[in-house]
C-alpha cells in the first residue's frame, strides 16, 4: 500500500502543477479585458471578445481532444496541450508589436485549446490516479490550486501592466493623432516580457511531463448487465432529458461564472475606482470562490445534498444581482465578489446529476458538458452589447434568468425522463 501511494505522488504534483497553469491563464481574463480595451480603444462589447475567442475553444475543441487522447494517451496529450498554450502565449509577442486585437484573441484561443486538451485529459487523470474513495479529495485539492494561481496571477499582472494606470489613463487621454498610437503602442508592449516568460514555463512543463513518464491509465468502465439492461433501449445520448438539461445548466452557470470575475474590474471602474485597484478585484472573487471550495467540502453531503446545494447556491446568486443592480461602491462590488462564493458550488453539483444513470453514454455526456462551458463565450458577449446600450450595472440583468434556469434544474429538470 506505501509503495502504491508513493507511485501516485509525482503524477499528483505533476498535476497540481497544471491545475495551477489552468487558474493562472483563465482567470489574466479579468486583467486582459481592462488592460486590451485601454491598449486597443475597444468598446465593451469589442473587449469581452477575450471571453468568447477563450471559451469558445471548449465548444470546438471538446470532441477533437478527446479524439487525440484516444490515439496518444492522457500523458502525451498533457504534454501536447501544454505546447500548444506556449505557442500561444508566444502569439502575444507579434500581437502586441503590431498591437493587433485579432492577433491576440488568436493567441488566446490557442492557449484554450491547449487548455481543453489539457482538461480532457487531467480531470479523468486526476480522479481514477489513485483510490477512488479518495478522489473527491484530489479534485478539490486540484481545484483550491487553480484558484490560488488565479489570485497569483491576476497581482502579477496587475502590476506589470497597471501600476502607473491613474497617470497612463490620463496621459492617453489628452493625446491624438500619430503621438495617441504611439503611446498605445508603447502599452502593448507590457504584455510582451511576462507571455514569453509564460511561453517558457509551458515549454518546460511539457518537457517534464514527456520525461517524468506518467503511467498511463485506461479510464473504460463496464457496464453492469442490469444497467445494460436497463439502458437497452437508449439509441442516443439526446435520449436522457436530463443530460440535455444538465447541458444548458453548465452552459448558463460557467456564462455567470465568468461574468462574476471577468466583469468585475471594469465594473470597478464604473463605481469609480481606479483601473490599478478595479483591476484587483479579481482576486476577491477568487478567494471567495476558494472560500466556497473549502465549505462543499465540509457539507456535502454530510450536511447538504448536491442538489440542495446547487438550488440554494442559485438563488443567492439571484439575490445577490439584484441588490448589487440596487446598490453602489464597495456595497454593490461586495454583492459582486459574493457571486463566486455562490457559483462554486454549482459546477461540482450539476456533474453528478447530468451523468447519472447515463451507462455507457456516460463518456459523450462528459464531452457535451465540456462543450456546455461555451457558455462563458457568448453570455459575457451579451454583458459587453448591454453594457455598451445602457450601462456596466444595469447590464448584470443578463444574469437572472441564468439563476433562474439553475434554480429550475436543481429542483425539476436534473430527473427529468427518469423513471
Known amino acids: 500500500m506505501n509503495t502504491q501511494q508513493k507511485s501516485y505522488v509525482l503524477p499528483m504534483i505533476i498535476i497540481g502543477a497544471l491545475f495551477f497553469i489552468f487558474g493562472f491563464v483563465t482567470w489574466l481574463n479579468s486583467v486582459l479585458i481592462p488592460f486590451l480595451k485601454q491598449a486597443c480603444q475597444l468598446t465593451d462589447f469589442q473587449a469581452y471578445f477575450v471571453t468568447l475567442a477563450f471559451y469558445i475553444s471548449y465548444f470546438v475543441m471538446a470532441i477533437p481532444s478527446s479524439i487525440i487522447l484516444r490515439k496518444i494517451g492522457f500523458a502525451k496529450g498533457m504534454s501536447v496541450g501544454l505546447a500548444v498554450m506556449a505557442i500561444g502565449a508566444l502569439v502575444f509577442i507579434p500581437a502586441a508589436q503590431v498591437r493587433s486585437y485579432p492577433l491576440f484573441l488568436v493567441g488566446l484561443f490557442m492557449q484554450a485549446t491547449g487548455m481543453t486538451l489539457l482538461q480532457t485529459a487531467s480531470n479523468p487523470y486526476v480522479t481514477i490516479l489513485g483510490p477512488i474513495e479518495s478522489a473527491a479529495k484530489?479534485?478539490?485539492?486540484?481545484?483550491?490550486?487553480?484558484?490560488?494561481?488565479?489570485?497569483?496571477?491576476?497581482f502579477i499582472l496587475v502590476e506589470l501592466l497597471f501600476s502607473d494606470t491613474q497617470t497612463l489613463s490620463e496621459k492617453i487621454a489628452s493625446l491624438s493623432g500619430a503621438e495617441l498610437e504611439?503611446?498605445?503602442?508603447?502599452?502593448a508592449s507590457r504584455v510582451i516580457v511576462p507571455y514569453i516568460v509564460m511561453a517558457i514555463v509551458l515549454g518546460g512543463l511539457a518537457l517534464l511531463i514527456l520525461k517524468a513518464h506518467l503511467p498511463e491509465i485506461n479510464?473504460?468502465?463496464?457496464?453492469?448487465?442490469a444497467a445494460a439492461s436497463h439502458l437497452k433501449e437508449k439509441k442516443s445520448v439526446?435520449?436522457?432529458?436530463?443530460?440535455?438539461?444538465g447541458v444548458v445548466c453548465i452552459f448558463?452557470?460557467?456564462g455567470v461564472e465568468v461574468i462574476a470575475i471577468d466583469t468585475i474590474g471594469l465594473y470597478g471602474e464604473y463605481q469609480g475606482f481606479d483601473l490599478s485597484t478595479a483591476s484587483k478585484f479579481g482576486i476577491y472573487s477568487l478567494i471567495a470562490l476558494t472560500v466556497g471550495y473549502l465549505l462543499q467540502i465540509a457539507v456535502i453531503p454530510k450536511y447538504l445534498s448536491q442538489r440542495m446545494a446547487l438550488m440554494l447556491s442559485a438563488v443567492m446568486g439571484f439575490v445577490c444581482i439584484i441588490a448589487a443592480m440596487l446598490t453602489s461602491g464597495w456595497v454593490s462590488i461586495g454583492f459582486i465578489v459574493l457571486?463566486?462564493?455562490a457559483n462554486s458550488f454549482m459546477w461540482p453539483s450539476i456533474w453528478p446529476l447530468a451523468l447519472n444513470s447515463l451507462g455507457q453514454f456516460t463518456k459523450v455526456g462528459s464531452a457535451l458538458l465540456i462543450m456546455g462551458v461555451v457558455g462563458g463565450a457568448l453570455i459575457p458577449l451579451i454583458y459587453g452589447a448591454l453594457a455598451d446600450s445602457s450601462n456596466r450595472q444595469?447590464?448584470?440583468w443578463i444574469a437572472l434568468p441564468c439563476y433562474l434556469f439553475i434554480v429550475f434544474y436543481a429542483t425539476k429538470?436534473?430527473?427529468a425522463g427518469k423513471v
Open 138 to 154: 484530489r479534485i478539490s485539492i486540484m481545484g483550491i490550486s487553480n484558484k490560488v494561481a488565479g489570485m497569483i496571477g491576476i
Open 394 to 396: 444595469m447590464a448584470y
Open 182 to 187: 504611439n503611446e498605445l503602442d508603447i502599452l
Open 252 to 254: 448558463v452557470y460557467v
Open 238 to 245: 439526446f435520449d436522457f432529458p436530463h443530460l440535455v438539461l
Open 413 to 415: 429538470g436534473y430527473k
Open 339 to 341: 457571486l463566486s462564493f
Open 219 to 225: 479510464p473504460e468502465e463496464e457496464v453492469s448487465p
